[in-house]
Each structure stands twice: as C-alpha cells, then as structure tokens.
C-alpha cells in the first residue's frame, strides 16, 4: 500500500515537472500566480532587510535586481 502511494506521488511529482517544462506552461495562469507569489516574498523579504541593515547597498541592488526580473516576467 505505501509502494502505491509513493509511486503515484513521484508519478505527480514527475506531471508537475513535464508540465512546467512544456512549452507555452509559462502562459498557465496557476504557474503565474506561483511566481508571483514567490517573487512578492522575496521582495517582502529583500525589503526587510534593506530595513534592517539600515539600507545596505547591496541589498538594495539585489532587490533592484529581483524587482527588474519580476517586471520582465511580466512584460
């Protein structure tokens, strides 16, 4: 019984992966949703330490970095 269950969680593991990597997956609007979500908490969290660490430049620079790739996903 658990040789079946983890067999069917590789199976879907392996889906999620073929599904992402198929051309045109970046157009899924799940898919988008995630990186957005994903992309936002780096910021939350770039930000949180740029606050932190009294505005370090190089914090800044890589949230500047992460907020230039965010936009390009989404142009």
């Given amino acids: 019984m658990a040789d079946e269950s983890s067999q069917q969680a ?13 051309p045109g997956s970046s157009l899924n609007p799940t898919f988008l949703l995630v990186v957005d979500g994903v992309l936002a908490l780096l910021a939350l969290t770039l930000v949180s330490l740029a606050v932190a660490t009294g505005g370090n430049v190089h914090v800044i620079a890589l949230l500047c970095i992460e907020l230039a790739l965010w936009a390009s996903i989404k142009w």
């Fill in 10 to 22: 590789e199976s879907s593991d392996n889906d999620l992966l073929s599904n992402i990597l198929a």
